[in-house]
């Protein structure tokens, strides 16, 4: 799978939009980018996947550019529930394992 | 169904000693994986069953580490002969499908001391 990069940490005001970055420039046409968020002493969340076009859930929005080397997580109207590690995974159809990285730490200020 | 289900919470054991964790996955979910997280660190991938079958293994899982789903629902862990680098959290996760969402449970704290 292709090798992601994010920043180690980033803070939020809440209320204002948390947009994190992710850099997967060895991405390949078969891969998927999925982010996931780990609040502190519980497991891994879901929270979007995309192939090539931009997806919005109920959580989050995933915008991913067209040359797919890079992908920003978008939650719209933070809160300090979105205190949590942010991960970013690059992973290919048919691949039933995620490598998890270190993500980024995003921190909720009030 | 509250989602996935592991037990213990946290386990302290002596070095040495062989340890067991229960993973309950959501019930109609027929993919089941063990992941191992140390501190600071995202999880590592151990292993993936679907149904009763045992798919893949990382390297990660020695001879000393083995995973079950006997019927295709519950699977457990077991470590055998402890080491103090055992120490980790070990989280569970399912799915129905590949490339979905996984559903992952609290994790298990394993310290050996």
């Known amino acids: 799978d292709a090798k992601t990069t994010q920043p180690p940490s980033m803070d939020c005001a809440e209320g204002r939009a948390a947009n994190l970055p992710c850099n997967h420039s060895?991405?390949?046409?078969?891969?998927?980018v999925y982010w996931y968020r780990q609040i502190h002493s519980q497991g891994p969340q879901y929270i979007i996947h995309?192939?090539?076009n931009n997806e919005t859930n109920e959580m989050a929005s995933l915008i991913i550019t067209e040359d797919r080397k890079s992908s920003t997580l978008i939650l719209p109207h933070a809160t300090l529930r979105d205190t949590a590690v942010y991960y970013c995974?690059?992973?290919?159809?048919?691949?039933?394992?995620?490598?998890f990285g270190t993500g980024t730490r995003l921190t909720i200020i009030p | 169904d509250t989602g996935v289900s592991q037990n213990p919470r946290h386990k302290i054991t002596k070095r040495g000693q062989n340890v067991t964790f229960r993973c309950d996955p959501i019930?109609?979910?027929?993919?089941l994986y063990w992941y191992r997280q140390t501190l600071g660190q995202g999880p590592e991938f151990l292993t993936y069953?679907?149904?009763?079958?045992?798919?893949?293994k990382s390297r990660l899982l020695s001879d000393r580490f083995s995973a079950e789903r006997p019927k295709g629902s519950f699977s457990t862990l077991e470590i055998q002969r402890t080491e103090q680098g055992d120490s980790a959290m070990y989280l569970c996760a399912s799915s129905d499908a590949v490339n979905t969402e996984a559903f992952f449970g609290q994790g298990t704290r394993l310290t050996v001391v």
């Open positions: 995974i690059v992973n290919a159809f048919g691949n039933e394992k995620l490598t």
């Open positions: 069953f679907q149904n009763e079958a045992q798919l893949e």
């Open positions: 995309g192939l090539k």
């Open positions: 060895t991405i390949s046409g078969n891969e998927y």
């Open positions: 019930s109609e979910h027929n993919r």
